[in-house]
C-alpha cells in the first residue's frame, strides 16, 4: 500500500493529505496565493477540507506570525456576527456594557477566515464590501474609523451564484471575494487519495485509542472508492473512527463499515431495493406502503405525512444529481426556483443537498 504522504509531493502542503492529480493542484494553487495578500474564495461541498486550506494559506504565507482568526459567520445572529466582527463601543446596545475589540482587529497583520460566508446578511455583506475595499470600519455606535491590514481568507460550502440568483448575496462582494477562487473538489473525485486517507485516519485513532495500527485489505479499499461520499473527507475520517473502535482484531473488514458505505444503496433507501423488471407501479405501492408504516397506526396527517416524505425524498436526489445547483434543479422538477427554495428550507435540506 501506498505510504501516507502529506501532500508534500509537489506542491504539497502540511496537514493535507493526497496525492491525487486533482488535489496536487489543489495544493500548488493554495501555494501560490499564499504568497500574496488577496483575497481567496474557497468554494467546494462540506467536509472537503476548506478549512485545512484556509489555515495552511495562513501558515505558508509572510503573515503566518502575525494572527488567524476564523469566525463562523453562519452561527451567529446578524447583530451579534456584527459585533463580533467589528467590535462595540460601550452604551451601543442594551447588553454592551464594556467597549469591545471585533475579530478584524484582533487579526490586524494576520488573516481572517470568514467561515459560511454565504450566512452573512445583505446589510452586513454592505459593511464588509467596504472593509475588503478600503480595509476600514466603525465599531458598532462609533464614528471612529479604524483601518486593519487583514488577509481575508472565505469558504462558502453554497453555490454564490445560485445566492445572487436569489437576491441573497450581493454581486459586487461576490467579485471582491472572487479574486483567488480555490475549488477543494469531493472525494467521489479522487478515489486515489482514499487509501491514503484511510491510512492516516486509520493511525491516528489508533494511537489515540491505543491500539495498534490496523492492516488494511484491499477489499476495504475497493469497496470504500465505490462509495460516493455525500460528506467527503468528514464522513471518511467518522466512519474509519467507528471502525477502530469496534475492530475485534487489527484488520480494517469491509464488514466495520456501515452497510449503505461497502453494499451500496443509500444510507435513507435501504427499506427498498430496487430490482431489475420492477415495474414504477409495484415499487410505488411498496414505498407508500412503508412510508405509512414507518408513520405508524395511530398517526395523524397521513397524507400530509406520506406526500411530505415522498417529496423530500425527490428533491433530494435530484438536488444531488445536480450537485445541489438549485436553479437545474428546479428545471428538472418542472417547478420554480422560489418553490424549490421554500420547500429546501421547510425540509431542511440545505446541508444534505450538496
Ligand atoms: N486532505 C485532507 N487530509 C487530511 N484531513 C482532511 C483532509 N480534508 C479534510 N480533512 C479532515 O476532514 C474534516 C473536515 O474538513 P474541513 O472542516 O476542513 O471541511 P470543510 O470543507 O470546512 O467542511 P464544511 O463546509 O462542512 O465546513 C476535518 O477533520 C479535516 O481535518
Ligand atoms: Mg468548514
Known amino acids: 500500500m501506498a505510504t501516507v504522504t502529506e501532500c508534500n509531493l509537489a506542491g504539497g502542503l502540511p496537514g493535507v493529505i493526497g496525492s491525487s492529480e486533482v488535489m496536487q493542484s489543489v495544493c500548488q494553487l493554495t501555494r501560490q496565493v499564499s504568497a500574496s495578500s488577496a483575497t481567496v474564495l474557497l468554494t467546494g461541498e462540506t467536509g472537503t477540507g476548506k478549512e485545512l486550506i484556509a489555515r495552511a494559506i495562513h501558515e505558508l504565507s509572510p503573515r503566518s506570525s502575525g494572527p488567524y482568526i476564523r469566525v463562523n459567520c453562519g452561527a451567529l445572529s446578524e447583530s451579534l456576527l456584527e459585533s463580533e466582527l467589528f467590535g462595540h463601543v460601550k452604551g451601543a446596545f442594551t447588553s454592551a456594557h464594556e467597549n469591545r475589540t471585533g475579530r478584524f482587529e484582533a487579526a490586524h497583520g494576520g488573516t481572517i477566515f470568514l467561515d459560511e460566508i454565504n450566512s452573512v446578511s445583505y446589510t452586513l455583506q454592505v459593511k464588509l464590501l467596504r472593509v475588503l475595499q478600503e480595509q476600514e470600519f466603525e465599531r458598532v455606535g462609533d464614528t471612529r474609523t479604524i483601518e486593519v491590514d487583514v488577509r481575508i481568507v472565505a469558504a462558502t460550502n453554497r453555490d454564490l451564484l445560485d445566492e445572487i440568483e436569489a437576491d441573497r448575496f450581493r454581486e459586487d462582494l461576490y467579485y471582491r471575494l472572487n479574486v483567488l477562487p480555490i475549488d477543494v473538489p469531493p472525494l467521489r473525485d479522487r478515489q486515489d487519495d482514499i ?31 465505490g462509495y460516493d461520499w455525500p460528506g467527503n473527507v468528514r464522513e471518511l475520517q467518522n466512519y474509519v473512527e467507528r471502525a477502530i473502535v469496534l475492530a475485534p482484531g487489527n484488520q480494517l473488514t469491509p464488514d466495520l463499515f456501515p452497510p449503505h458505505v461497502v453494499g451500496g444503496g443509500s444510507a435513507r433507501t435501504t427499506a427498498i431495493r430496487p430490482r431489475r423488471g420492477r415495474d414504477v407501479e ?34 433530494l436526489q435530484v438536488l444531488r444529481e445536480c450537485q445541489g445547483v438549485q436553479t437545474r434543479a428546479a428545471s428538472r422538477l418542472g417547478i420554480n426556483r422560489n418553490t424549490l427554495h421554500k420547500k429546501i428550507d421547510e425540509y431542511g435540506l440545505g446541508d444534505e443537498s450538496r
Request: proline share 6%; no cysteine; hydrophobic share 45%.
Open 195 to 225: 487509501s491514503l486517507l484511510l491510512e492516516f485516519f486509520a493511525g491516528m485513532y489508533a494511537a489515540s485509542n491505543q491500539r495498534p495500527e490496523p492492516s488494511i485489505p484491499a477489499a476495504t479499499i475497493q469497496l470504500l472508492q
Open 282 to 315: 409495484s415499487v410505488t405501492r411498496e414505498l407508500v406502503g412503508l412510508t405509512m408504516q414507518a408513520a405508524g397506526p395511530g398517526a395523524e396527517n397521513l397524507h400530509e405525512s406520506t406526500v411530505s416524505r415522498v417529496e423530500r425524498e425527490l428533491l
